[in-house]
C-alpha cells in the first residue's frame, strides 16, 4: 500500500481549502458590485427564486453543528444523539407556520421591524439588538469550534507534533482566527448577495458530499441497515444499550432520584430549545426578506425543509457509519467532542473505495473541505444578521432616529461586523473543545426564550406593547445567558468552558425549560402591567401580515 506522508496530506487538503476560498471570494466580489443600496446589503435586493432561498437557508441552516456535531454525537451516544437531528428537523415546521409568511409581509430587513411596528421603537429595537447578537454569538461559538476540530486532524498533527511550528492547539487557534477574518470579508465586501452566494455553493457541496459518504457506508453494508447498525452496537462496546433512548439524556441513576429527574428534564429541556429556536434565530429570519413575495417565503421553506430533511437522514449513517468504521474511541482520542467523526469516516471510507491510504486523504481533504465551506457559509450569515440589527436597529433608528442615509447604514453594519467577527474569535478560542451541535442547542434556546415570545404576542396578542416586548426579550435572554453561565456547560464539570473552576448551581445543561416559560410569562406580565394599547395599530399589523398590503 502507498504511504501517504504528512506534508502530501497537508498539501491535498490546504489546495482544495484555498480553491474554495477563492471560489468564494470571487462570488463575493462579483456580488459587491452588485450591492449599491440597503437593500442589496440586507436583503440581496428581494431578487432570489423560491428554490434558491430555500438552497441558502439549508446552507445557513446546515450549520458545522449539523455536519459534524451531529454525526459525532450519533457515533458517541447512539440513538440519542440522533434526537438533535429530529429536533432541528421538526423545528421548521413552527417557522413554517408561525413566522415566515408573516415576517415576510410586516418587515423589511430585520425582526425588529416587526416587533416594533407598533409600539415605542427606540426601547424596542435596542431590545431586538442585543438579542439578535446574544443569539449569533452563541451560534458563531459552535462554528468557530468546529473550525478548529478539524485543523489538527487535517494537518496531521499529532500529540508531540507540529506543523509550522504550531502544535494541535495552537493550529486550531490559528485557524479560528482565520475563519473570523474570512467571514468579516465575506459580509463586509458582499453584504447579502455574497453571503447568499456562497451559501447556495455551500449547501450543493454537503449535499453531495453526504450522499456520497452515506452512500458508500450502506454500499459497505450491502445496503443492510440492520448489519450496520449491529456493527456500531459492537464496536462502541455498549451493546443494545447504543442503538436504545436513555444513553445521555433521560437516563436512570439507580438510587438517586434527584439525578434521575435532572436527566429527564434535560432531555424535556433540549427537546424544547431545539423545536423552538428556530423560528426565533435572527439570521434564519432575516432570510425571508430576500424573496419578492410571501409566497417566495413560503415555498423557499418547503424547498429548506426538503434539503434539510433529506441531509438529517444522511447523519444517521454518518453517525452510525462513524461508530462502526472508526470506533468511539479513535473518535474522541481525536477529538472529545466527536467533532470530527465524520472526516474519520471519510478518511475509513476513501482507503476502502478510493485506491488505499492516498484515496483516504483525499477523500477526507474533500470532505473537510465541505465542512470548512459549511463554516464560513454559516458565519457570514450570522454576522450579516447581527451587523445589520446593529446599524438598521441601533443605529439608524434609535443614535440617529430613523435620519441616517443607507450609506452610513451601511458602513455601520460593515463596522459591526467587524467587532463581532474579533468578539467571536475571542470566545471561540475559549470554547474550543466543546462539542458543536451542543454549542448550538444553547443558541436555539437563547433564541426561543427572548425571541420567540416577543414574535409571537406582536403577531397575535392585540393587546401586546412596549413593556411586553421589552420584558419578553429581556426577561427570556437574560434567564437563558445566567442560567447557562451556572450550569455546567460553564463551570464544574469535566467538559466545561473552565475546568478548573466551579461556580455551578443550576443542574441542567440546556436552560429551555425554564428560560422559554419564562420569556413568555414576562412577556404576558409586562403587557397586563402597562395601559398602553394600540388596536389601530395591530389592524393595521394584521392585515398587512396576512395579506402582503404594504410589504416591501
Keep these: 500500500m502507498y504511504a501517504v506522508s504528512a506534508g502530501t496530506q497537508r498539501g491535498i487538503t490546504i489546495s482544495l481549502f484555498v480553491i474554495f476560498v477563492v471560489i468564494t471570494l470571487g462570488l463575493t466580489i462579483w456580488a459587491s458590485r452588485q450591492t449599491r443600496t440597503a437593500t442589496d446589503f440586507y436583503a440581496g435586493g428581494r431578487s432570489f427564486s423560491g428554490f434558491q432561498n430555500g438552497m441558502a437557508i439549508g446552507g445557513d441552516y446546515m450549520s458545522a453543528a449539523s455536519f459534524l456535531g451531529i454525526a459525532g454525537l450519533i457515533a458517541l451516544n447512539g440513538y440519542d444523539g440522533f434526537l438533535y437531528s429530529i429536533g432541528f428537523l421538526v423545528a421548521w415546521l413552527v417557522a ?9 409581509n410586516s418587515g423589511k430587513y430585520t425582526m425588529a421591524d416587526v416587533l416594533a411596528f407598533r409600539m415605542r421603537q427606540p426601547p424596542v429595537r435596542t431590545a431586538a439588538a442585543v438579542s439578535t447578537v446574544t443569539v449569533s454569538i452563541f451560534y458563531l461559538l459552535a462554528q468557530m469550534v468546529g473550525a478548529g476540530a478539524l485543523v489538527a486532524l487535517l494537518l496531521g498533527i499529532a500529540p ?9 492547539n495552537t493550529a486550531k487557534i490559528a485557524t479560528i482566527i482565520l475563519i473570523g477574518a474570512l467571514m468579516i470579508i465575506y459580509v463586509t465586501v458582499g453584504g447579502m448577495k455574497g453571503t447568499t452566494y456562497v451559501q447556495i ?9 453526504a450522499a456520497l459518504m ?8 450491502k445496503f443492510n441497515l440492520s448489519s450496520l447498525l449491529g456493527d456500531a452496537a459492537t464496536q462502541d462496546g455498549r451493546g443494545d444499550a447504543f442503538l436504545e433512548p436513555g444513553l445521555v439524556y433521560g437516563r436512570e441513576v439507580a438510587g438517586d432520584a434527584l439525578q434521575t429527574f435532572y436527566h429527564k428534564m434535560d432531555l424535556l429541556s433540549l427537546g424544547m430549545a431545539l423545536v423552538l429556536g428556530t423560528a426565533g434565530l435572527p439570521h ?3 432570510r425571508f426578506y430576500t424573496v419578492p413575495t410571501a409566497r417566495m417565503a413560503r415555498r423557499s421553506v418547503l424547498w429548506a425543509i426538503g434539503i434539510i430533511g433529506t441531509f438529517y437522514l444522511f447523519t444517521l449513517a454518518l453517525g452510525f457509519g462513524a461508530a462502526a468504521l472508526v470506533g468511539g474511541e479513535a473518535i474522541r482520542t481525536q477529538n472529545p467532542g466527536g467533532n470530527t467523526a465524520a472526516p474519520q469516516l471519510a478518511n475509513a471510507l476513501g482507503v476502502q473505495f478510493f485506491g488505499g491510504e492516498l484515496g483516504g486523504v483525499t477523500f477526507l481533504a474533500v470532505i473537510a473541505a465541505v465542512a470548512f465551506a459549511t463554516i464560513l457559509a454559516v458565519v457570514a450569515g450570522l454576522t450579516l444578521a447581527s451587523s445589520s ?13 430613523g435620519q441616517a442615509t443607507e450609506q452610513q447604514e451601511v458602513r455601520v453594519a460593515r463596522v459591526s461586523a467587524l467587532v463581532i467577527g474579533a468578539v467571536s474569535i475571542v470566545l471561540g478560542v475559549l470554547a474550543r473543545d466543546l462539542n458543536v451541535a451542543f454549542l448550538v442547542a444553547l443558541a436555539f434556546a437563547v433564541a426561543a426564550s427572548g425571541n420567540l415570545p416577543a414574535i409571537l404576542y406582536s403577531l397575535f396578542w392585540k393587546r401586546f406593547n412596549t413593556r411586553g416586548a421589552l420584558w419578553a426579550i429581556y426577561g427570556g435572554l437574560i434567564s437563558a445567558v445566567v442560567l447557562v453561565f451556572f450550569s455546567p456547560v460553564v463551570s464544574g464539570s469535566a467538559s466545561a468552558m ?5 461556580w455551578s448551581w443550576f443542574p441542567l445543561q440546556n436552560p429551555g425549560i425554564i428560560s422559554i416559560p419564562v420569556g413568555f410569562l414576562c412577556g404576558w406580565l409586562g403587557t397586563i402591567l402597562s395601559k398602553e394599547s394600540n388596536p389601530e395599530k395591530y389592524a393595521e399589523l394584521e392585515v398587512r401580515s396576512l395579506t402582503g398590503v404594504g410589504a416591501h
Design 389 to 401: 440589527s446593529l446599524s438598521h436597529d441601533f443605529y439608524a433608528n434609535v443614535v440617529r432616529k
Design 498 to 502: 473552565f475546568k478548573d473552576h466551579d
Design 201 to 209: 455553493v455551500k449547501a450543493f457541496m454537503l449535499m453531495l458530499g
Design 284 to 286: 434564519i429570519l432575516i
Design 160 to 168: 508531540g507534533t507540529t506543523f509550522l511550528g504550531m502544535d494541535a
Design 214 to 221: 452515506t452512500l458508500l457506508v450502506l454500499w459497505h453494508y
Design 96 to 104: 413554517l407556520l408561525l413566522v415566515a409568511e408573516l415576517l415576510r
